[in-house]
């Protein structure tokens, strides 16, 4: 399966955003789905998670309430809204996919969110 993330860009504080990926490859409805993040200098981290049919999610402390994560499996694409961004949220955004009881995570190219103040 291949990942391709896309949207991100420059925004303020207080604005919304809505990043996406594209999901290819066989089988990529049956994949778990996730949003991680990783900010200069800082580890890599879980940021929203989403199962095959779409209906169980899962969010970090930070950002619940704010981000919601959905995915539509017609058009192979899973998708990050962002709301009430901060300028904490500024990282490289990756998405990734893993099949159930797998140990392999595959993952796609980074979109940069930059939130200014």
């Known amino acids: 399966v291949q990942l391709q993330a896309s949207g991100g860009g420059w925004v303020r504080a207080g604005d919304s955003l809505r990043i996406s990926c594209a999901i290819s490859?066989?089988?990529?409805?049956?994949?778990?789905l996730a949003w991680f993040r990783q900010a200069p200098g800082k580890e890599r981290e879980f940021v929203a998670s989403?199962?095959?049919?779409?209906?169980?999610?899962l969010y970090a402390e930070s950002v619940q309430g704010r981000f919601t994560i959905s995915r539509d499996n017609a058009k192979n694409t899973v998708y990050l809204q962002m709301d009430s961004l901060k300028p904490e949220d500024t990282a490289v955004y990756y998405c990734?996919?893993?099949?159930?009881?797998?140990?392999?995570?595959?993952w796609g190219r980074g979109t940069q969110v930059t939130v200014s103040s």
């Open positions: 989403t199962n095959r049919s779409g209906g169980s999610t």
């Open positions: 490859g066989p089988s990529r409805s049956r994949y778990s």
């Open positions: 990734s996919a893993k099949l159930p009881a797998s140990i392999v995570t595959y």
